[in-house]
């Protein structure tokens, strides 16, 4: 090593050691602090931050920074969070440490397997080469056909099911870019972009998240009014596949290929293609399995005895099988990426600790009510804006269920139409394109090792405002010419 680079690495280290401090000192900054005022709703309704409510929020600034600037590995930052809530008595062990084991937690890790198994049985490669050969040699229609694929399975499963099918999928192609495990700008390109379109995609119908069918649900408790499937499908399809085409074009920019086609990739396919012989037992049974998983968990929207069943306990079955059938090892059990489970858990239990402390709300009225006397379009970029920081944070479910409450109420003093409330909420509630933490598919991308949180956190940002922009054309243009009611008579003020 030069004495230029040793220089370098010494000065990497130190800006480590302040971060790594930085941390901590938030956190004792804001949770003993003296108290925060109330926050006032527009009724008159007050919401007090109680000192577990601003050790909420001292958690959740640590964590973020960590988890930003990768100072430990994320899975550690997530320990971190459990901890901090059992020792500062935020929240009891019991409960701080319950969500690292939450229904969605272990909904991801049975995704993970799934992805495991496809790699292992062959079925990974078997659709890269199939795909290659439609789309050929040039790279940007390697990553336009990649995001088609990824957005296309969010119409018919959850986008963490199909981040966990994508992946692998991508390893196989990323392996014949020639460049072995470098990172390369087309590898960065190639794994945010299948997070970012995950969550685009998995706006568009109710079968690509389930916060879909948890908002409409808050609706029509809230405003009374029933959003059926297909009018929910009517006004997000639209733009959900106008952000896909977006980011394309986003990744074509940041993320230009170094190679601008792969020479004789498609002779190579070709080749792989036919030297894999044809489709082995253990592949058609991953692919059963799976196949009808995801038709299950697809019914329960439409056949309500279904509905019952917990989609992650479902997703489960299959990972049981995987071991009795004999696809899967120890091995295979010890390959799983903890790190990215880890994250994830951790995520669930601050996004816990926020809603149930009541910080998340005590933000949500502050935030809120500032623009309780604003343009009802500002208002309602206003809650979007809200919607979108906090679901890079926690759970996109309760980023809706504590800002769409608030918004319900001020709506009608603007003459604001519920409608375009949750539409937009909805938007930027599954494009959590800021953080790994904000959405699965963001922490299995970043097992690629093809990009650093820093570096999704920077380009997530500029991500986040082009969704911003074509979010306000939606709400001020286009939503109202496909016939939503945007706007009411005022009610009073």
């Given at each position: 090593m030069s004495a230029t680079d040793a220089a370098q690495?010494?000065?990497?280290?130190?800006?480590?050691?302040?971060?790594?401090?930085?941390?901590?000192?938030?956190?004792?900054?804001?949770?003993?602090?003296?108290?925060?005022?109330d926050a006032?709703?527009?009724?008159?309704?007050?919401?007090?931050?109680?000192?577990?409510?601003?050790?909420?929020?001292?958690?959740?600034?640590?964590?973020?920074?960590?988890?930003?600037?990768?100072?430990?590995?994320?899975?550690?930052?997530?320990?971190l969070i459990g901890t901090l809530?059992?020792?500062?008595?935020?929240?009891?062990?019991?409960?701080?440490?319950?969500?690292?084991?939450?229904?969605?937690?272990?909904?991801?890790?049975?995704?993970?397997?799934?992805?495991?198994?496809?790699?292992?049985?062959?079925?990974?490669?078997?659709?890269?080469?199939?795909?290659?050969?439609?789309?050929?040699?040039?790279?940007?229609?390697?990553?336009?056909g990649c995001f088609f694929v990824t957005a296309f399975l969010t119409l018919f499963m959850a986008h963490t099911a199909v981040a966990a099918t994508v992946y692998p999928l991508l390893l196989a192609i990323y392996s014949l870019y020639g460049e072995g495990d470098?990172?390369?700008?087309?590898?960065?390109?190639?794994?945010?972009?299948?997070?970012?379109?995950?969550?685009?995609?998995?706006?568009?119908c109710l079968l690509g998240a389930a916060r879909g069918i948890v908002a409409l649900g808050f609706f029509k408790d809230l405003a009374g009014q029933d959003i059926s499937f297909f009018q929910y499908l009517y006004y997000n399809a639209p733009l959900g596949f106008l952000?896909?085409?977006?980011?394309?074009?986003?990744?074509?920019?940041?993320?230009?290929?170094?190679?601008?086609?792969?020479?004789?990739?498609?002779?190579?396919?070709?080749?792989?293609?036919?030297?894999?012989?044809?489709?082995?037992?253990?592949?058609?049974?991953?692919?059963?399995?799976?196949?009808?998983?995801?038709?299950?968990?697809?019914?329960?929207?439409?056949?309500?005895?279904?509905?019952?069943?917990?989609?992650?306990?479902?997703?489960?079955?299959?990972?049981i099988t995987f071991f009795v059938i004999k696809i899967l090892d120890i091995n295979d059990l010890e390959a799983i990426p903890w790190n990215i489970i880890l994250l994830f858990a951790g995520a669930m239990s601050i996004g816990f600790c926020l809603w149930e402390t009541g910080a998340a709300q005590w933000l949500a009225v502050n935030w809120l009510t500032i623009f309780k006397e604003a343009n009802w379009f500002v208002f309602v970029m206003s809650i979007a804006f809200f919607v979108l920081i906090m679901t890079n944070f926690i759970m996109n479910v309760a980023a809706i269920a504590?800002?769409?409450?608030?918004?319900?109420?001020?709506?009608?003093y603007l003459g604001v139409a519920g409608e375009v409330v949750?539409?937009?909420?909805?938007?930027?509630?599954?494009?959590p394109f800021v953080l790994l933490v904000g959405a699965a598919p963001n922490a299995i991308a970043y097992d690629s090792k093809q990009f650093t949180s820093g570096e999704f956190f920077k380009y997530g940002i500029i991500a986040?405002?082009?969704?911003?922009?074509?979010?306000?054309?939606?709400?001020?243009?286009?939503?109202?010419?496909?016939?939503?009611q945007v706007t009411l008579p005022v009610t009073g003020g």
């Open positions: 690495q010494k000065s990497f280290n130190w800006s480590k050691l302040l971060l790594a401090m930085l941390g901590p000192a938030l956190f004792f900054i804001v949770y003993y602090s003296p108290p925060w005022p006032v709703d527009p009724l008159g309704v007050s919401f007090a931050l109680s000192r577990e409510a601003k050790g909420a929020l001292a958690v959740f600034l640590w964590a973020g920074l960590w988890w930003v600037f990768e100072v430990v590995p994320i899975g550690v930052t997530s320990l809530q059992a020792l500062f008595f935020i929240r009891p062990a019991k409960d701080a440490y319950r969500a690292f084991m939450d229904p969605s937690v272990l909904f991801i890790f049975g995704s993970v397997v799934i992805g495991l198994v496809f790699t292992k049985t062959g079925l990974t490669r078997r659709l890269a080469y199939k795909m290659l050969k439609v789309v050929g040699e040039r790279t940007s229609m390697i990553y336009l470098k990172v390369t700008k087309f590898g960065k390109g190639l794994f945010i972009g299948m997070a970012y379109v995950a969550g685009a995609g998995s706006i568009i952000m896909v085409g977006l980011l394309w074009c986003f990744m074509m920019f940041f993320f230009k290929p170094e190679k601008s086609t792969i020479p004789g990739l498609r002779k190579k396919v070709e080749e792989l293609d036919k030297s894999m012989g044809p489709i082995t037992k253990n592949e058609k049974l991953a692919a059963g399995i799976v196949l009808s998983v995801i038709a299950f968990m697809s019914l329960q929207s439409f056949i309500p005895a279904l509905a019952p069943y917990n989609k992650s306990a479902v997703l489960l079955i299959s990972t504590i800002s769409l409450p608030v918004a319900l109420v001020i709506a009608p949750l539409f937009a909420s909805l938007a930027t509630a599954g494009m986040s405002v082009m969704l911003m922009v074509v979010l306000s054309l939606f709400v001020m243009f286009i939503w109202p010419l496909m016939g939503m």
